[in-house]
Nanobody, 119 residues
C-alpha cells in the first residue's frame, strides 16, 4: 500500500503562483510513475503533469511552460510548481502513483486539494 498526502492548495490571484506537494509513504519502492490530475466542475478529469522513474515527463498542453513537476527522492515528495496561474486552472488537484506508466489508470490517489484562481 502507498499513502499520498497533498498540501499547498488555496486561493491565488490570476498571474500568481502556488506549489503543491504530495508526500508519499508506504511501499513506494515499486512505484514507477507519479503525477497530478485535476478535475474542475463540469469538465473531464485532466492529466496535468506526470513523471516516471526514468525521468520522462508529460504535461498537458494547457500548462506547458507554466507548470513544473519535480520529485525529491530523499523526502519521498513530489511537487507541482504552478506559475502564471489562470482562472481556468481552478480545480481540485489530486496526486497519484502508479506501478506502470503514467498514461494508465493510477493505483493510488491523494485526497485532493482545491486550487482557486480568482481576483
Amino acid at each position: 500500500q502507498v499513502q499520498l498526502v497533498e498540501s499547498g492548495g488555496g486561493l491565488v490571484q490570476p498571474g500568481g503562483s502556488l506549489r503543491l506537494s504530495c508526500a508519499a509513504s508506504g511501499s513506494i519502492f515499486s512505484i514507477n510513475a507519479m503525477g497530478w490530475y485535476r478535475h474542475a466542475p463540469g469538465k473531464q478529469r485532466e492529466l496535468v503533469a506526470a513523471l516516471a522513474d526514468g525521468g520522462s515527463t508529460k504535461y498537458a498542453d494547457s500548462v506547458k511552460g507554466r507548470f513544473t513537476i519535480s520529485r525529491d527522492n530523499t523526502e519521498n515528495t513530489m511537487y507541482l510548481q504552478m506559475n502564471s496561474l489562470k482562472p481556468e486552472d481552478t480545480a481540485v488537484y489530486s496526486c497519484f502513483a502508479a506501478y506502470d506508466d503514467y498514461d494508465g489508470e493510477p493505483d493510488y490517489w491523494g485526497q485532493g486539494t482545491q486550487v482557486t484562481v480568482s481576483s
